[in-house]
């Protein structure tokens, strides 16, 4: 991989995003053993189906708030700007969640979930922008990119996971506060490398529209405040596992509601449209599939602590650190992907969007069945190896990679420009209902204990491939109907610049060749 023919600028997201993705996986890895741990434990007592589902809102809501936050990032602050606020609020969340008090357990679960929704999509956005019109270049520059999540998510569970597990879960929660402080550290001081991309907002607004629209904000926060104060003290009292249900119908009709102003109001022209719906076929996809990987940090953890044989050497090592195979594995396989998709590019062989995105959901398809297995001989041993998570993990890994950095490279690239960092946001909606949807899951099987586990992963298995199938054999006539005219003026520019003597070899060899395989 040719880091050098990068831009700078990704140094400095790179960065940024490692040490954010190490605060936020650090406490997630902990966040549902924390809640279950026993009183006498230093945990919270919930029950299963509770903290699942208080896991599932918490990372639904994360997703859910990059919406406004790329608008923001888009309308009023610019992404630079959004980015560094994002990280200190960020920070500040996890510093709450270090108070051994529950209230400030969730206060600071509200801050990370603001805080994560400003930085996330703009962030990402401006990844894409540093790259302008080079796709082969734009996809790998996001799959190095996503070597920093994957780095950050390392060193969190590592770090986070110990503390939290063997000295004290707000050990663990203080020092996701810490690796979000040196992003931000980092971040100023290398911010000059991003050479003014993203310094000031795409949509240019007078300052009165302006005004209006931060007095809404600050209001919606007041709200926010208020509810979350009244909740603190008792005035009313809500229970998660209902309030998850109706989140999951919130944020739907909120994605379709989006897609279809975008389609209908949004100005587009004929090109733009198709390329949106190209967008709302990978969110179906995209949703899908993060209802599945995200089991990683609820009925996958509490496999991990209850039903996984952890003992090596005679000591046993902490539950969370086996959240640490997926990360591992995508930093492993990300230089190889990277090179992969760059390869196929030039011998005109890279799958079409809708091809790799059915080619993930089978992948992780074939992981549940893989784990499914292993909660078959936990049940019959009272314990399970660890190699069966670790399979699992594996193939979730290689879905993942040929799935999420390669729908991050395509909202980049098929986003209308000016709504850019408002579909990044929408497209962080389909990891908003997959978190949401896994944690209703989860609640559901764990809290029947091990014995629901073997169907549930086996339905989830069934749900994935058979979607995943569906988008392969759709991809060729999807890819053509939306990228046909874009091909054709390439075609016709290359044919153009080599004479007439070659027209009919390119076209036959190049285009048939193609969307043959896409």
Not at 49 to 59: D, F, N, P, T, V
Not at 133 to 149: C, L, P, W
Not at 384 to 403: D, K
Request: charged share 10%.
């Amino acid at each position: 991989m040719e880091i050098t023919k990068h831009p700078k600028g990704l140094k400095t997201l790179f960065l940024t995003e490692m040490w954010e993705r190490m605060s936020y996986y650090g406490m997630r890895g902990i966040l549902v053993l924390f809640m279950t741990a026993s009183i006498l434990d230093g945990g919270l007592n919930f029950n299963n189906a509770s903290a699942s589902a208080i896991y599932g809102i918490y990372a639904a809501s994360v997703y859910l708030a990059t919406l406004p936050g790329g608008w923001i990032g888009d309308n009023i602050l610019g992404q630079q700007k959004t980015i560094l606020y994002g990280g200190i609020i960020i920070m500040f969340g996890h510093l709450s969640l270090a108070i051994p008090n529950i209230n400030s357990f969730y206060i600071g679960l509200i801050l990370v979930v603001l805080g994560t929704g400003l930085l996330k999509p703009n962030i990402s956005a401006i990844v894409g922008s540093l790259y302008e019109d080079n796709i082969e270049m734009r996809q790998s520059g996001f799959t190095i990119f996503y070597m920093a999540i994957n780095l950050g998510s390392i060193l969190g569970f590592f770090i986070c996971g110990y503390l939290g597990e063997n000295i004290g879960w707000h050990y663990g929660f203080g020092a996701a506060g810490i690796g979000m402080a040196f992003g931000l550290l980092q971040y100023i001081y290398n911010i000059k490398l991003l050479n003014g991309v993203g310094s000031k907002p795409f949509n240019q607004i007078n300052s009165e529209t302006k005004n209006k629209y931060i007095k809404i904000i600050f209001g919606i926060l007041a709200i926010v405040f208020l509810i979350t104060i009244s909740g603190l003290l008792g005035i009313w009292n809500i229970d998660p596992i209902p309030l998850a249900n109706i989140l999951t119908i919130i944020i739907t009709l909120i994605s379709l509601a989006y897609f279809f102003y975008i389609f209908v109001f949004g100005g587009l022209n004929k090109k733009e449209k198709k390329r949106v719906v190209m967008i709302f076929v990978l969110f179906i996809g995209a949703a899908l599939f993060w209802s599945g990987f995200d089991q990683a940090g609820s009925s996958f953890n509490i496999f991990a602590k209850e039903y996984t044989n952890r003992i090596i050497f005679g000591w046993e090592y902490p539950a969370s650190w086996l959240q640490i195979l997926n990360p591992l594995f995508v930093v492993i396989l990300s230089p190889f992907m990277s090179y992969l998709w760059i390869y196929l590019g030039k011998k005109m062989l890279d799958p079409s969007l809708p091809f790799k995105f059915g080619l993930g959901l089978i992948f992780m398809a074939i992981g549940f069945l893989i784990i499914a297995i292993g909660a078959q001989v936990a049940l019959s041993e009272g314990l399970a190896g660890a190699q069966w998570l670790l399979i699992t993990y594996l193939l979730h890994t290689i879905g993942e990679l040929t799935l999420s950095p390669i729908g991050l490279a395509a909202i980049s690239s098929l986003s209308p420009k000016k709504y850019t960092g408002q579909m990044m946001g929408v497209w962080f909606l389909a990891s908003s209902l997959g978190a949401i949807i896994a944690g209703i899951i989860s609640g559901q099987a764990t809290n029947e204990g091990l014995i629901s586990m073997p169907s549930l992963f086996n339905q989830i298995a069934i749900s994935a491939s058979l979607f995943g199938l569906v988008l392969v054999i759709l991809a060729r006539p999807l890819n053509n109907w939306v990228f046909k005219e874009d091909w054709l003026l390439s075609l016709e520019k290359i044919i153009l610049k080599s004479g007439p003597n070659i027209y009919h070899l390119k076209y036959n060899l190049e285009f048939d060749l193609y969307i043959s395989i896409t």
